[in-house]
């Protein structure tokens, strides 16, 4: 249903018609039609306006045109504190305002209660009759910083607006003047159950009020705004709070809020370090201009020291692409349509020169078919990826010492602990031992190698320790998980922005709005915190995530883009995610 007022005729079509700006009234001249957009009536020439921001400007869709009366009217607004403009203005004024007048900041500083107590109670139960009985409104007359009591009040607003649920009081606020240190000392409220916001205040009880609301009913500020607004009519009231001036008023009280957010942010069972973790990035974010610092990754990649960690190379079992690819093709074949004697002695060449091992093994599984067995194919196919061999023979004592022994030419069926590990820590090894026993010479070769393969990335490779530093904290939220360390710099990270190689997923990405929000569960349910992202989603974020804020790394990390980011970590530091298993 549309919300009208009681009074609204608005969607009446026998009063306003179909296709006309009738809706806005004489005596409101501006109406946001949607976003970047607005509708606008000057009084003097009774004409309508279409507002919208084009080349980042404003263009008049009616008149045609850049200066006319009703972009004159716009303008007009231009040296407004964004804070102070009308609410239909904001969107269109966006771009134009920097973000430092975007943001109003409260003058009241001190902690505000956020739990029930007799405080609490008593301070809402009083404030109506004690600001009925107010005039003035001023801090003490002692300084704050030095203590002195030689100053002066000032007045800082003759009529200073106090709005609260159903009435709104008009009082004069003063602030202090220090002669000594000449310290402003402005009025805090808290006392009074006050927020002072500078030009206008609101009661704690109002904003209490949404508080609830928020929390319980799931109700948006602006839906609790509407409300507010029609209660005010009820009882008589116009001059309204702006819906802009209330959002100011919430962010400053929620700031102030002495809560600890951790508790909210942290799962009872994993604590603090959670073990296992499922992240993935969501669409749900804000408009560009909304951030208060510009990102400049690029511009910070040559004034720190890059530190090295492991190559493709060190990672991959076939380091070819060419031969990859005909080994990948190969392990798909089958007797119907097998690989020709040209492909398959120039595949067979190929891993000679690199991998011999795996060359034997291939020549020893062979019927002349050039088709690989139906149970050798996962493993070939396994060996063909451009994933890390770890990812097949992860870093495990168990399943090393079951490959150990298999090498070995030992069998290990009596031993249950290295079956278990081996079925547990690499089901397709366990899978090919289960109907390949005995293990051939030419299988326990290949064995061999896979497994000083898998240790390669990690083979004298040194611990990063990297100074903490706090980069744009303003977006991102993590209570529990502050941040321990910095991120350092990689060769590999100025590689792809040399090569301008992007590891992302693909999105086209919206004008204006951000990304999105990258978010981190534990195995529980319960978000740890969310990162705003400034790009497009990639492996870079989660990897800063875990590298930054986590003691450890995770045993095991679930993401939809977990090949690649286990690969990203892997390059940049294999030691810190040596243990580290990823699933999509």
Known sequence: MNNVSPEDDFFDPEVNGDHNYASISEEV???????????????TTATYGIIMVMSNSFW????????????RMVNSYKETPFHDLPDELCDIFTDFKTTSNQFLVQKSTLKIPFRRSTTLTHTLLSLHDKIQK???????SQCRKCSSDSGEYQTVNERCPITASQNIYFVILNMWICHQCHEKNVYEGLDDGLLNMGSYIVTHELLRSYLHGFLHGKCTLFAFYTHLKEVHLDFGLSNFLTYNKLKNAWYCYVSLLDVDYRHGFCCNICGENPRTIICDGTSLSFRKKMLLQPG???AQIDDEKLLYGSSFKEMVFVANATTRKMLKRYSKLTSVSSMSNEEFTSMISALEKEIPELANFINDIEDGIHCPPTKYKSLIASLSSSSPVCVLIPNNKGLHDALQKLCDGDDIQCNPDLIRSLQEQSPLLFDIYKGCRPISTCMKELLKILSKKAEQPF???????VEKTLENPELACFPSLPIL???????????????????????????????????????????????????????NIPFTIFRTRFPTAPDMVIYDFACSLHSYCLRRDPLFFRDTKFFC
Do not use: W
């Not at 107010?134 to 003490?140: D, N």
């Open 134 to 140: 107010i005039t003035v409104l001023q801090p003490t």
């Open 296 to 298: 400049n990754i690029k």
């Open 29 to 43: 001249e501006i109406q946001q039609i949607q976003d970047r957009c607005v509708c606008i009536f000057d009084k």
């Open 60 to 71: 008049c869709s009616v008149c045609n045109s850049s200066v006319c009366s009703h972009i």
């Open 459 to 465: 083979v004298t490779k040194e611990n990063h320790t």
């Open 485 to 539: 360390r910095g991120r350092g710099m990689y060769y590999s990270d100025k590689t792809v922005f040399k090569k301008k190689e992007k590891c992302k997923k693909v999105f086209s990405g919206h004008p204006t709005l951000l990304p999105g929000i990258f978010t981190i569960f534990c195995s529980h349910g319960i978000c740890y915190g969310y990162q705003v992202m400034r790009n497009h989603e990639s492996a």
